[in-house]
């Protein structure tokens, strides 16, 4: 089994992977880690839940710990473009904890919440910049930012990017980047939108393809009820009110279904919020923290 030591990261690094409890690299950081240091483009097909984040960020930080030039002001080194405003704080946070022992900058911009602190955040430069393409947009036609100088670019997630129509944002956003700068793409899946990207936008990647880790059927006891509509709402109820039940996740086809399903469970007396596009960006954050 490898070790992390093997490599090749600084020391900072080391220690902030020792200090999360990572004993050895999943397979694609054993993969993409290597890669990335070697200053190659990466395509890398992964899911959530395989270690993909720390795949790219740990050799941004190490970059970053070997050679740290401050950024000009509204300039970032590295973009990190994620799909949803979710994603794109928790590879914000993953940059915050590996990068614990280093000296970075990371800022965070998406839609959902007020321009204003994002501009001030980028104002002086930004090491790394996780963001959401739409708002990026937004801050680069009002020069809150410009890519000139940008030698990094991550597309997290391409495959989701693509299903909410970023496509032409993220061309619009890559044709503004230095072509000389090295490029990873991550993605679930590889529909022929996302190769002609990567054909386009990558020079000569290492492929790494990986399975889950975990399959689903291996932890998870999979059940199905069938139901008549008129029972539904009670044998929900039941079923989240029973002993076993801590804490539930519903899915519901609708946005206002949610907000239904929100509804009648609070007036059976659990404690529920409802999560979904309509929300304002400081709802979803409470709902996410107080389910947490
Ligand atoms: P991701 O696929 O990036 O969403 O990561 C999934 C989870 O795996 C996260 O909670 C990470 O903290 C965790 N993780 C990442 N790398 C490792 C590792 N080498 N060993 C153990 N856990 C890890």
Not at 4 to 23: N, S
Not at 123 to 143: E, N, S, Y
Not at 175 to 203: E, Y
């Amino acid at each position: 089994m490898k070790h992390f030591k093997d490599l090749g990261l600084a020391e900072t690094v080391l220690k902030a992977v020792e200090a999360e409890g990572y004993t050895s690299p999943t397979p694609i950081q054993a993969q993409v880690i290597p890669a990335m240091l070697d200053g190659r483009d990466v395509l890398g097909t992964a899911q959530t839940g395989t270690g993909k984040t720390a795949s790219f960020v740990l050799p941004l930080l190490n970059r970053l710990a070997d050679d740290h030039q401050r950024p000009a002001a509204k300039t970032c080194g590295t973009l990190i473009l994620a799909p949803t405003r979710e994603l794109a704080a928790q590879i914000a946070d993953s940059v915050r904890a590996y990068g614990k022992y280093g000296r970075q900058s990371v800022a965070v911009v998406v839609g959902g919440v007020k321009p204003g602190p994002q501009i001030k955040a980028m104002a002086r430069g930004v090491d790394i910049l996780v963001a959401t393409p739409g708002r990026l947009m937004d801050h680069m036609q009002g020069g809150a930012i410009r890519l000139d100088q940008t030698t990094t670019v991550i597309l997290d997630e391409a495959d989701q990017m693509l299903d909410l129509g970023f496509m032409p944002a993220i061309r619009k956003i890559m044709s503004k980047v230095p072509a000389k700068r090295q490029t990873a793409l991550l993605s679930a899946t590889m529909p022929k939108p996302i190769r002609a990207l990567a054909n386009d936008f990558l020079s000569n990647p290492v492929e790494v393809a990986v399975e889950t880790v975990a399959k689903p059927i291996e932890l998870i006891d999979q059940s199905v009820i069938l139901v008549d509509r008129s029972s539904k709402r009670r044998i929900l109820t039941e079923t989240l009110s029973s002993n076993d039940v801590e804490r539930a996740i519903v899915f519901t086809r609708t946005k206002r279904g949610a907000d239904k399903v929100q509804r009648f469970l609070a007036d059976a007396g659990l404690s529920a919020a409802a999560i979904h596009g309509n929300k304002s960006q400081s709802q979803r954050e409470r709902a996410i923290k107080a389910f947490k």
